[in-house]
């Protein structure tokens, strides 16, 4: 019999996040035929219920309280664990984002789940459902069951493809009450950094930088590309320490894990550290100097060659391709 699936939805600025729908996918194949419930937490966000429902939520609850517009995990718990109690599920999954990751272990610890976090794939073998998450930093993968309890994982983004989108779909939308208290934490104001662009984390390509750009100009032609591209711009720790960019951008173990359709590393030797948060991604390319960088032994095509050359180049090329 098919399990009663939670999953969260997230939204910023106001609209849903593609690994979302990542996440109703994952959801479908935990549900095994049974059903999905999109779960949103916010304000105003029963206006984003339709298009979770539109990529495979059988129906879904919202909990909207003033208190929820900003994310703490004591208010997004209290709301989750709410629609938990309402509903008993069989099976959890939030996307593996940083909402995700504080939320989920908070969760599975108050309904006493074990957690499959960072799943990169989820299937079914011999009727049971199959997760597969990387180990050692993206250097082995494991496959996990979940043998009893409630089935809980968080999905990395970019790797479960989301249901085709179906705007004929229907679904029942309604909210859950919840009286949200004793905040700990509230957010006073929200500061951006000016981050332009693509989301690096969901980016599908990504252009990154490392020490041998040389300084904050030389990520000038990584940038350029990336647009040509509708990439983001990512970057080693070199490069963030050098203070060529922001750590937000830095990818690897202590910076974001990635995993686009193409990483393209510019001028990035590829120390372990780095590999560990891009070494998934489907198509690399590397263009080094140095033709015994250790980059060349994770990329699928390597170009030998100075970065300020080869970019230009690059996306020159694409422009006449896009044009
Ligand atoms: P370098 O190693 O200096 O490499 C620069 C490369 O650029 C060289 O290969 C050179 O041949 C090439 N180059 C130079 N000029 C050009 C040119 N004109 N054209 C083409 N190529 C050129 N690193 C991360 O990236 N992410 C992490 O999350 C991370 N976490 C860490 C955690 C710990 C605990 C530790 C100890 C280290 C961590 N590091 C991390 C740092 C990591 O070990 C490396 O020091 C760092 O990745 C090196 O950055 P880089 O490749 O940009 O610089």
């Not at 500061?191 to 020490?211: C, M, P, T």
């Not at 940038?223 to 830095?250: F, H, I, N, P, T």
């Not at 173990?253 to 990035?268: E, F, M, N, R, S």
């Not at 980059?295 to 090329?317: C, H, K, Q, S």
């Amino acid at each position: 019999m098919g399990k009663k699936v939670l999953v969260l939805g997230e939204a910023r600025d106001g609209q849903l996040r593609n690994v979302s729908f990542e996440a109703i996918a994952a959801g479908k194949k935990v549900a095994q035929g049974g059903e999905v419930i999109g779960v949103l937490i916010g304000v105003s966000v029963a206006s984003l219920a339709n298009e979770l429902i539109q990529y495979g939520a059988d129906r879904v609850l919202t909990v909207e309280d003033e208190k929820l517009g900003q994310y703490t995990s004591d208010g997004f718990s209290q709301a989750f664990m709410a629609v938990v109690e309402q509903e008993q599920p069989e099976g959890i999954v939030f996307g593996h984002t940083a909402l995700g990751k504080d939320l989920s272990p908070k969760i599975a610890a108050k309904i006493g789940a074990g957690l499959i976090s960072d799943a990169t794939f989820v299937g079914e073998e011999d009727g049971e459902i199959v997760f597969t998450r990387p180990i050692y930093s993206g250097k082995a993968f494991e496959k996990i069951t979940a043998k009893e309890g409630v089935v809980f994982s968080t999905v990395r983004p970019n790797n479960i493809e989301p249901l085709e989108k179906d705007t004929s779909r229907t679904g029942d939308v309604s909210e859950i009450s919840v009286s949200i208290t004793d905040l700990r934490t509230v957010i006073q104001d929200v500061v951006r950094k000016a981050a332009d662009g693509v989301d690096l984390s969901e980016a599908k390509v990504i252009i990154a930088g490392g020490r041998g750009a040389k300084s904050e100009e030389g990520f000038k032609p990584l940038k350029e590309l990336a647009d040509v591209l509708g990439g983001a711009v990512g970057a080693s720790r070199g490069a963030c320490d050098a203070d060529y960019c922001d750590y937000s951008l830095q990818i690897g173990q202590t910076g974001k894990v990635v995993t686009p359709d193409l990483y393209i590393a510019c001028g990035i030797s590829g120390a372990i550290q780095h590999l560990a948060g891009m070494s998934n991604s489907k198509v690399i390319v590397a263009i080094n100097k140095d033709p015994e960088a250790n980059i060349f032994n994770v990329a699928d095509y390597g170009i030998v060659g100075d970065l300020f050359e080869v970019v230009p180049m690059l996306t020159e090329e694409f422009k006449k391709i896009k044009a």
